[in-house]
């Protein structure tokens, strides 16, 4: 049995590297896909059309424009996704206990960071992680793939290289709103040639571009399919204010202390100021009055019992 064990553990710790050792090549596999998309809608079908004059050239300018535009924000939030930590344990981080709030002690990390706001120990339940030997905050979960205790961590994601968590759940799902968008404009542009593929007409072209053409319409189309699914998911984890691991746990506890409703819910997600909700970036102000947004305290339900869950 404990060979058995000994074996699992094994395979699972060869699995966490083989997602660390994937690294660049994912993001050089998006940058690809992109790039054939790209080639396949601006030079080779519509960016053409710029020259022809009349509707034409009208029309094709203002779908380069939109999809200039998509394709920009998409990437602005992908870049977001992999270079933003989503939240990491401070040093020596440690629960307000009863004793230090009677001695009127003050956590300084929470004094600093979140202007002198305490977090409400009543609705927190103490976790302990062994492996990265540490206390862990409320909504917090050890990455095996990143080898460290995540703040709201609701999953380890292959296509950004990284941890998806309390400091970039946001971007995640911008990236996910703005890649559905483009890629479904894509698909939409280019299925008129792709349509032309089983047609007995004359196409034009050289068997490259039309090869580019075909490729980019398959992956846009299988992409644009897939990431609906994925973005229908997470609108309704951010409804119900849950994370994709924080959902599974849920099964075996009917009560969510976390579950503020819809609008609150969403606004410790994408922040108050509106100005901000479509772009992978928050106001200051929201970062100095949403202690949430840094991931280490979250509201809950006055009538909600820890023990419960």
Not at 191 to 220: K, Q, R, Y
Not at 250 to 265: M, Q, V
Request: proline share 6%; net charge negative.
């Amino acid at each position: 049995m404990h060979r058995s064990g000994t074996t699992m553990a094994w395979n699972v710790f060869k699995f966490c590297t083989a997602l660390r050792g994937l690294g660049s090549i994912m993001i050089l596999l998006v940058l690809g896909i992109v790039g054939v998309t790209y080639y396949a809608v601006v030079w080779t079908n519509y960016g053409p059309a710029l020259s022809v004059g009349g509707l034409d050239s009208l029309a094709a300018l203002v779908v380069i424009l939109l999809f200039h535009f998509l394709l920009g924000m998409l990437l602005w939030s992908y870049f977001s996704v992999v270079f933003t930590d989503p939240g990491v344990v401070p040093p020596n981080w440690r629960p307000a206990s009863d004793e230090e709030e009677q001695e009127g002690e003050c956590d300084p990390l929470n004094s600093l960071e979140f202007g002198g706001l305490q977090p409400d120990a009543s609705n927190q339940r103490t976790r302990f992680c062994r492996k990265c030997n540490q206390h862990k905050p409320p909504r917090c979960h050890h990455c095996s793939v990143c080898g460290r205790c995540v703040l709201k961590m609701d999953h380890h994601c292959v296509w950004v290289v990284n941890c998806v968590g309390a400091r970039n759940y946001k971007y995640f799902l911008l990236f996910l709103f703005y890649t559905f968008l483009e890629t479904t404009l894509v698909t939409l542009l280019l299925m008129p040639h792709f349509i032309a593929f089983f047609s007995e007409e004359e196409i034009p072209g050289t068997p490259s571009t039309l090869a580019t053409t075909f490729l980019a319409f398959v992956l846009n189309l299988a992409f644009a399919l897939s990431v609906m699914g994925f973005l229908i998911m997470h609108i309704s984890l951010v409804a119900a204010n849950t994370t994709t691991i924080e959902a599974y746990e849920k099964k075996t506890s009917p009560k969510w202390p976390y579950d503020l409703g819809r609008k609150k819910n969403f606004e410790q997600v994408f922040g108050m100021d509106k100005k901000y909700w479509l772009i992978p970036a928050y106001s200051e102000e929201d970062l100095r009055r949403m202690p949430e947004l840094q991931g280490l305290e979250y509201p809950s339900k006055p009538d909600f019992d820890s023990q419960d869950f």
